[in-house]
């Protein structure tokens, strides 16, 4: 039997799953945290501590600032220090509270026990107004607020939740860890996430190079309406639209989302959270970190606080090797790199990759030759060495026909490149300048 | 503080290069080289040193001197110019004549475009066609196989295409097939012609080779040769006493060495598959056409420059399927 996929494009990178199997080790909350108010894709949370405050685990500290934002809780127990700017993984400096940890105090209304709980007999409003209430957001990485997800638009209707458990970034391993570890927890989550979305059907989708996760999903699954489906290994099959195709061979529309099609996709970690939030009271203050590079001495999985500063986990992991040149925020394909080890990890920190010197720089630009890699790479079906062009003649009105908002910054296009061209760079670029025009468009 | 490199995703590459995909495709043609070795002899290598260094040479005095950029005549891609256009030249062409050739190989068609990526035309065909033209005796004159030690007294005789083309003026093509080499000749190679492309299996043996490492991909050669095999064909089954059967066709002249490896070059051809496709059997129904109708006996040449020139319009118009219907937002 041919395993599923998508259609188009795609890559195959080396793997280095090298923290897979790990178990995951819980951190104890470090001395100090910084909270960002903005981790999550929409407007920022809006402050309602101040300095000299005594706050306790599981506290909200910042309210959602609009439709697309939610909120932020503290994850630790102790006293404000400061609320001010700090640099955040973006580069810049953003709105955060930084706390001094004292003791490790949780409200009471948090669970905390191992008890698991299943059968919820909460109605589906309910349901997502804990999941507003605990501030949860997509936790693949692109933070999207996972109860504005669960709305489903007037005239749409969703006949499918597709649980992500793809994870097609070498190196990460933190989904894996979640579906071996916290498989019946998962199961529960989903099951919430079906109730409050209104489902009969959810497939989790998990790729073939994870054979033992598969086989526990499977199993805890059994029975109910939930399926495993495994999947050939190929890059970038986490993308929604690319999974959403992979499992039911339906097509996003340019433009549109995976609701278009009847369906919404969330990560493992989001449906973990999910159960936490709604069984257990749990808002989101803690996730699992993959921890991890070719030099680093124990790749790990870690559960950490929100707010921890990225230096204690790599401590935490064997300390910082010495040749090493670039910090990344994410997988090696679409992971943000960043200048120092003095970060908080935030909600949508999946994995801290570390890599060396000899890697780390990149090649020098060479011509195109047209040999068409980026060409049969690309899972959209663009032509990323024409709009690397457009773009770097500044004809950025001819890049939206050419479809460059479809664009998912996949990466596979750079990767593959022989000339080393730096297409993605460009690609983004004209991303940007094509929105400004599509807005200028409006204002008129 | 430790401060590290910050640049934009991806953070990892395939470690494929230019020189990388050059040298590919070098390896793939030694067969080739190996077989015409054997059968030209002395005169072979001779060619196809002359040819590689001057075509390196003038690489590096181009861009050193005139154009003062960086020299780039170690990538590869000069030296492979420089095999192909020898690839293409008949065993016993005096030395400077290849000089010419490779001159207007680099000079014409690679540098006045602005080098590597940004040429029109493929180079070897360039440097080809400007011999063609001023040399036409040397350049038609070719050199029997199994003579090891001549370089310019070489017995020499017309190519099977060249029979044919004569032949048929009054013979029919069943008078004229027994005075050609057998198949199994054209299929080794033991024939007159071109030195580098008497070779079927040598060719298509580099032909695999480049598929296994995924340096070309099947469309633009097998497209080539099933166009000019079923218009061939239908020919054939006309009047197969007017027209030579297709199996002929495939086997001769410069077809297979043109439909591998100079359609495929990467600059001057179609970014997409449907593309590549066009593109292909344009090739085939041009060199057909030449080839019977026209006044050459030989046309892959001038069929492949042709479409190189309809490549950028290609690109324009044959899009890759996209991703996604379109929606229509309120």
């Known amino acids: 039997m041919s395993l599923r996929t998508f259609s188009r494009g795609g890559v195959h990178p080396p793997e280095h799953k090298l923290s897979a199997g790990n178990k995951i080790k819980e951190l104890p909350p470090p001395e100090i945290v910084v909270i960002p108010v903005s981790q999550h894709l929409g407007a920022p949370a809006k402050v309602l501590v101040n300095r000299g405050e005594q706050v306790k685990v599981g506290q909200l500290i910042a309210e959602s600032g609009g439709f697309v934002s939610t909120n932020i809780h503290s994850s630790v127990s102790g006293k404000v220090l400061k609320v001010d700017e700090f640099m955040d993984s973006s580069g810049y400096r953003k709105m955060a509270v930084q706390i001094q940890v004292e003791g490790d105090e949780w409200l009471e209304t948090i669970d905390r026990s191992d008890d698991l709980v299943r059968n919820s007999v909460l109605p589906a409003e309910d349901i997502r107004k804990k999941i507003l209430e605990a501030g949860i957001v997509g936790l693949g990485g692109a933070t999207f607020p996972t109860h504005v997800k669960l709305m489903v638009p007037q005239g749409k209707t969703a006949e499918y939740l597709i649980i992500n ?44 190079n994870k054979p033992d996760a598969i086989e526990k999903m499977k199993k805890v699954v059994e029975g109910s309406r939930i399926r495993v489906q495994g999947l050939k290994v190929k890059y970038p099959q986490g993308g929604e639209k690319q999974l959403v195709q992979a499992l039911l061979k339906r097509e996003v529309p340019s433009g549109g989302l995976p609701i278009d099609v009847g369906v919404v996709v969330f990560n493992v970690g989001t449906a973990l959270a999910v159960y936490e939030a709604v069984m257990k009271n749990r808002p989101l203050i803690d996730r699992v970190v993959t921890v991890t590079g070719k030099s680093l001495k124990k790749p790990s999985n870690f559960l950490v606080r929100i707010g921890t500063p990225v230096s204690v986990l790599v ?6 090797p010495e040749h090493t040149a670039k910090v990344i925020n994410g997988g090696p394909m679409m992971g943000k790199a960043f200048s120092t080890l003095d970060i908080p990890v935030v909600k949508g920190s999946s994995g801290i990759l570390l890599i060396d010197e000899q890697e780390a720089r990149r090649k020098e630009v060479k011509p195109c030759i047209r040999c068409t890699k980026c060409l049969s790479v690309c899972p959209m079906g663009l032509e990323p060495y024409l709009l690397m062009n457009l773009s770097e003649k500044s004809l950025f009105e001819r890049m939206e026909p050419e ?14 490149c022989p000339s080393s061209r730096p297409l993605l760079d460009y690609i983004r670029l004209g991303k940007a300048e094509v929105g400004k025009i599509k807005r200028a468009r409006k204002a008129v | 503080m430790n401060k590290f490199i910050v640049s934009p995703s991806p953070h990892t590459y395939t470690g494929e290069s230019v020189p990388k995909l050059m040298y590919g495709v070098i390896i793939s043609l030694l067969p080739a080289l ?68 490779a001159l207007a190989a680099i000079g014409i068609g690679k540098m006045t475009f602005g080098g590597l990526g940004n040429n029109i035309f493929n180079p070897a065909l360039v440097g080809r066609v400007f011999l063609f033209i001023s040399f036409p005796v040397a350049m038609t004159s070719w050199p029997e196989p199994g003579q090891w030690m001549h370089y310019t007294d070489a017995v020499t005789g017309a190519t099977p295409l060249g029979l044919m083309k004569e032949g048929l003026a009054n013979r029919t093509v069943g008078e004229i097939m027994p005075e050609l080499p057998s198949f199994l000749h054209l299929l080794v190679g033991r024939t007159t012609g071109s030195a580098g492309e008497v070779s079927a299996l040598a060719l298509l043996l580099g032909m695999l080779y480049m598929m296994y490492r995924k340096i070309i991909s099947w469309h633009i050669p097998l497209t080539i040769l099933a166009t000019v095999a079923v218009f061939t064909g239908i020919l054939w089954l006309a009047n197969p006493d007017r027209f030579a059967d297709p199996l002929f066709h495939l086997l001769t002249g410069g077809l297979l060495l043109g439909a591998i490896y100079m359609a495929t070059d990467y ?7 449907k593309g590549m496709i066009i593109y292909g059997a344009g090739i085939g129904i041009v060199t057909v056409l030449i080839r019977v109708f026209g006044a050459y006996p030989e046309g892959v040449q001038f069929a492949i420059l042709i479409f190189n020139g309809f490549t950028p319009l290609i690109n324009k118009f044959v899009k890759p399927l996209r991703f996604g219907k379109e929606v229509k937002h309120g």
Request: hydrophobic share 50%; net charge negative.
């Open chain 1, 403 to 416: 479809k460059v908002l479809d664009c998912i910054e996949c990466g596979s296009c750079s990767y593959t």
């Open chain 1, 165 to 208: 458990g793809v994870e097609c970034e070498p190196y990460l391993t933190a989904d894996h860890s979640l579906m071996l570890e916290r498989s019946e927890e998962l199961f529960s989550g989903i099951q919430l996430l079906m109730k409050g979305l209104g489902v009969e059907k959810a497939i989790i989708g998990i790729e073939n």
């Open chain 2, 267 to 273: 600059v001057t051809s179609p970014m997409t598959r």
């Open chain 1, 315 to 320: 401590k935490e992991a064997g300390g910082l």
């Open chain 2, 34 to 101: 190996a077989v015409s070795v054997w059968f030209f002899g002395i005169g072979m290598i001779i060619v196809t040193f002359v040819s590689v260094a001057s075509s390196i040479l003038f690489e590096y005095l181009i861009q050193r001197y005139i154009l003062k950029v960086k020299p780039t005549h170690l990538d590869g891609s000069a030296l492979l110019t420089g095999l192909l256009l020898a690839f293409c030249l008949p065993a016993i062409i005096p030395f400077w004549m290849v000089m010419i050739g």
